[in-house]
Structures are given as C-alpha cells and as structure tokens.
Nanobody
Framework: QVQLVESGGGLVQAGGSLRLSCRAA????????MGWYRQAPGKQRELVAS???????NYADSVKGRFTISRDNAKNTVSLQMNSLKPEDTAVYYC???????????????WGQGTQVTVSS
C-alpha cells in the first residue's frame, strides 16, 4: 500500500516562507509524477504544483512565482518551497501522485494526514 507522510507546516505571517516535505513509499516513486495538493475548510482539494518523473514542473496560477516543487528520487521525497505566503494559502497540504482532473484525483486510493499551513495577516 502507498504510504505518504507530509511534514513542515506551521503558522507564519504573511510574506513568510515554509518548506514542506513528503516521503512516499509503496510505489515506484521515480517513475511517477508527484503533486502537492491543498484543501481549505469547505473547499475541495486542489492541485497546486506537480513535478514529472523527469523534473518538469507545473503550478496553479495562484501560486506561480511563489512556490517551487522539487523531488529527490534517491530519497523518495518531494518538497514544496513556499515563499511570499498569503492568508489565502491557508490550508492542509497533501502530497500524492499527480492527477490532473477532479475525477482522477477522486480515484486516488490513499491520502496521508497532511500538514497544516496557516498564514496570518
């Protein structure tokens, strides 16, 4: 079974930075595109950043220029560097296989506990 463990969240002021980390197990990590998702209360989970097995990255418009996703295939980890944080970034952040439609996201079998990011103004 896939295991996903997120860490690095916390409480920061607007304009601050956080670096999130995710360790994955139970998959051929190096062959799969990975993503960071976030979910705020009352909203559905959304993909904010993804990185292909070869290192090609994509970002939601809301985070482009502020967030950077990276991966270390030797360690089975994916990270999210978040700079210039805004209150609207407040959410629980999750990592998982990257999926690019709501339907495909809904079919993912396992989610970790996520890590809470809270940005105060």
């Amino acid at each position: 079974q896939v295991q996903l463990v997120e860490s690095g969240g916390g409480l920061v002021q607007a304009g601050g930075s956080l670096r999130l980390s995710c360790r994955a197990a139970g998959m051929l990590f190096r062959l799969n595109a990975m993503g960071w998702y976030r979910q705020a209360p009352g909203k559905q989970r959304e993909l904010v950043a993804s990185i292909s097995s070869g290192g090609i990255t994509n970002y939601a418009d809301s985070v482009k220029g502020r967030f950077t996703i990276s991966r270390d295939n030797a360690k089975n980890t994916v990270s999210l560097q978040m700079n210039s944080l805004k209150p609207e970034d407040t959410a629980v952040y999750y990592c998982n296989l990257a999926r690019f439609s709501d339907y495909d996201v809904s079919r993912l079998d396992y989610w970790g506990q996520g890590t809470q990011v809270t940005v105060s103004s």
